[in-house]
C-alpha cells in the first residue's frame, strides 16, 4: 500500500468523524449558543481531553509506536504482544490512580486550572465541576484505545483507530436530538452530554480492543512490572507527553484565561471544531502514519526512504493544507453563519466573534500541521526531549502573549496567542532537523512550495471577489439556509477548481505521480531507496 493510500485510509474515518462533528456542534449551537452551560461543558470536555493527549496520544502512543514496531521488526509478532501486555499492566494502573486522584480534587481542579474565572459565578462553577467529574473516566476509556490504535498503526491496520472517534460524535448527537425531541432545559442538555462522552469512550475502546483480538494480538492485564522496555518506554514518555499535546496544552492555557470573560469558552470551542477538519483529516493522518513507517525504515538501516518518507508527507500536508487555510481566512463569515447562526446561537450575536477567531486559526493552520509531520523525525529517533524543549517555549510564548492581549481583545487575543505558538515550534522543529542533518534536502520540495502558495493566493482572491459581489445577497445574516448552503458549496467547488488548476499548471504537483502513488505498492526493503523512479513523491 503506498504512502497516499495509507493517508487517505486514515483521513477517510477522521474525515466523517470531523464532518459528525460539525454537526454535532451545529445542534449544541442552536440548543445552548455561547451561554453558561456552553462554557461549562466546553471548558469540562477540555480537561479530559486534554490529558487524553497527554497520556495517551502525547506520551504512550508517541513513545510506544517506535519502540512496538522496532519489537515487531527484532522479535516478531510474539515479541510484540509481550511488549504490549506488559504496557498494559503499567498503563491501566497509572490510568487507575489518576482517575481516582482527579476525581476527588475536581472543585480545586476547576477552580485553579480548568476554569479559574468561573469562581465568580457559584451556578457556572457547580455545573463545571460536575460536567468534568462525569467526563473525566473518558480520559482512562481513550487512553487505552490510544495505545490499542498505535499497534494497529503499527501492524498497518489504520481504518478501525481512525473510524472509532465516529461514535463520539454519533452518541452526542443523539443525545442532542432527544433533548430537543423532549424539550429538555439546558442543564438536562449539559449533563446529558457529559453521560454520552463517558458512553462514547465505552464504545470507542470496545471496537479498537476487538480489532487488535482479530489482528492477532491478545493483550493480558498483568501486574505492572518494570521490565527494561517499559523502563524506557517511560524515559520517553514524559517529554512526549508535552510535545505530543502541545496544541491542547496551549487550548487548555487559552481555556482557562477565556474563562475570565463570558462567552469566550465556547466561542472559541466553536471555532476551533471548524479548522480541526483540516488539521485532523491531514495533519493527524500524516502523524499517525508517518510515525510506524519513518521507525520501520530507521530500524532498518534505509536512511534514503527516511528522508523521502518525511519531504513527501510535508509535500502532501502543505499541498491540502494550503487552500484550507485560504479558504478559512476568507470565508470565516460566511462558513460560521452557515454552520451555526440559528436558534440560541443566533440570539447571542456570536457570529463576528466566532468569525474573527477562525480567520486567526486559519493562519495558524499550517503550522499545526506541519508540527504533525515534523515531530515524527524526532520520535522515531527515540529523541523525545528535543522536540519537549521547543513546546516548552512554545508554551511559554502562547501564555505571555494571551495574558498582554486577551483583555483588551477578548477570545480572539488567544487565537492570535495559539498561532504565534505554532509558528514559533514549527520553525524550531525544521530548524534542528536540518542542523542534524536529519533532513535531506529536497530541490523538487522547495520548489513546489512556492507555487502552492501561488495557488493558495489566487484561490483566495477569487473567492474574495466573489463573495464581495455576486454572492454577498445569498451570504448574508438574513438569507435563508438553502441560499447560504448553495452559495458556500458552490464557491468551495469553484475555489477547488481553481486551486487545483493552478496547481497543476505551474508544477506545484503533478498527476501523473500521484496516480503512480495510488497504485503502488510497498516495495520490499531493499529495494526501497530514493533511486526508485516511484520514490520521486506523492506530489512530483
Known amino acids: 500500500m503506498s504512502l497516499l493510500k495509507k493517508f487517505a485510509t486514515v483521513s477517510s474515518g477522521t ?13 449544541m449551537a442552536a440548543a445552548l449558543g455561547t451561554g453558561p452551560v456552553a462554557d461549562a461543558f466546553n471548558a469540562a470536555f477540555q480537561f479530559p481531553n486534554t490529558f487524553r493527549r497527554l497520556f495517551a496520544e502525547g506520551a504512550f502512543n508517541t513513545a510506544f509506536v517506535p519502540l512496538f514496531a522496532k519489537e515487531i521488526e527484532a522479535n516478531g509478532l510474539e515479541g510484540a504482544r509481550r511488549f504490549s501486555s506488559e504496557v498494559f499492566g503499567v498503563l491501566f494502573t497509572v490510568l487507575i490512580g489518576l482517575t481516582i486522584l482527579m476525581e476527588l480534587s475536581m472543585p480545586l481542579l476547576v477552580s485553579t486550572i480548568i476554569a479559574p474565572g468561573f469562581a465568580d459565578n457559584p451556578e457556572k462553577f457547580e455545573l463545571t465541576v460536575g460536567l468534568a467529574t462525569i467526563m473525566f473516566p473518558y480520559l482512562m476509556c481513550m487512553s487505552l484505545a490510544a495505545m490499542m490504535s498505535g499497534m494497529l498503526n503499527s501492524l498497518r491496520k489504520y481504518f478501525a483507530a481512525a473510524v472509532a472517534p465516529v461514535f463520539l460524535n454519533v452518541i452526542l448527537i443523539g443525545v442532542l436530538a432527544y433533548a430537543w425531541y423532549e424539550g429538555h432545559d439546558g442543564r438536562r442538555i449539559g449533563n446529558a452530554l457529559a453521560w454520552g462522552v463517558l458512553a462514547a469512550g465505552l464504545v470507542q475502546l470496545g471496537i479498537v480492543w476487538l480489532a487488535v483480538r482479530r489482528a492477532g494480538v491478545r493483550i493480558r492485564l498483568r501486574m505492572p ?74 530500524k532498518a538501516g534505509n536512511l534514503r526512504e527516511a528522508s523521502n518518507l518525511q519531504n513527501r508527507s510535508v509535500e502532501f500536508t502543505l499541498f491540502l493544507t494550503l487552500p484550507a487555510a485560504a479558504a478559512l481566512l476568507v470565508m470565516a463569515e460566511p462558513i460560521v453563519r452557515l454552520l451555526y447562526e440559528r436558534g440560541q446561537f443566533a440570539a447571542d450575536g456570536s457570529t463576528q466573534t466566532v468569525a474573527s477567531i477562525l480567520a486567526i ?18 520520535f522515531a529517533r527515540e529523541d523525545t526531549r528535543t522536540p519537549m524543549y521547543f513546546a516548552a517555549i512554545s508554551v511559554a510564548i502562547n501564555l505571555s502573549i494571551a495574558l498582554s492581549i486577551f483583555p483588551s481583545l477578548g477570545a480572539p487575543g488567544i487565537a492570535i496567542a495559539s498561532a504565534v505558538a505554532g509558528w514559533v515550534n514549527a ?5 534542528v532537523l536540518i542542523k542534524r542533518g536529519h533532513w535531506g534536502k529536497d530541490a523538487a520540495l522547495l520548489s513546489r512550495i512556492p507555487r502552492l502558495l501561488f495557488a493558495a493566493t489566487a484561490m483566495a482572491l477569487a473567492i474574495w471577489y466573489v463573495q464581495e459581489t455576486v454572492a454577498a445577497p445569498y451570504i448574508a445574516s438574513g438569507a435563508p439556509l438553502i441560499a447560504k448552503a448553495s452559495a458556500i458549496g458552490s464557491i468551495v467547488v469553484g475555489a477547488m477548481i481553481i486551486y487545483f488548476a493552478v496547481a497543476f499548471g505551474t508544477g506545484g504537483a503533478d498527476l501523473g505521480a500521484i496516480r503512480r502513488n495510488m497504485r503502488r505498492k510497498s516495495a520490499p526493503k531493499a529495494a526501497q531507496t530514493s533511486d526508485d523512479p516511484d520514490d520521486s513523491g506523492i506530489l512530483p
Request: with cysteine.
Open 225 to 298: 512490572h518494570f521490565t527494561p522496555n517499559v523502563r524506557r518506554l517511560l524515559w520517553l514518555a514524559f517529554p512526549a507527553a508535552i510535545t505530543g499535546g502541545i496544541t491542547q496544552i496551549n487550548q487548555l492555557i487559552g481555556t482557562a484565561i477565556a474563562s475570565g470573560k463570558a462567552s469566550a469558552v465556547s466561542s472559541l470551542g466553536y471555532a476551533d471544531r471548524i479548522y480541526q477538519l483540516p488539521l485532523g483529516v491531514v495533519g493527524i493522518a500524516v502523524a499517525i502514519v508517518l510515525l510506524p513507517e519513518l521507525a520501520r525504515a530507521l
Open 15 to 27: 474525515m466523517m468523524s470531523r464532518l459528525l462533528g460539525f454537526t454535532r456542534e451545529m445542534f
Open 427 to 431: 520553525c524550531m522543529l525544521l530548524g
Open 361 to 378: 486559526f486559519a493562519l495558524g493552520l499550517p503550522a499545526f500541521v506541519l508540527i504533525k509531520a515534523f515531530t515524527p523525525g524526532y
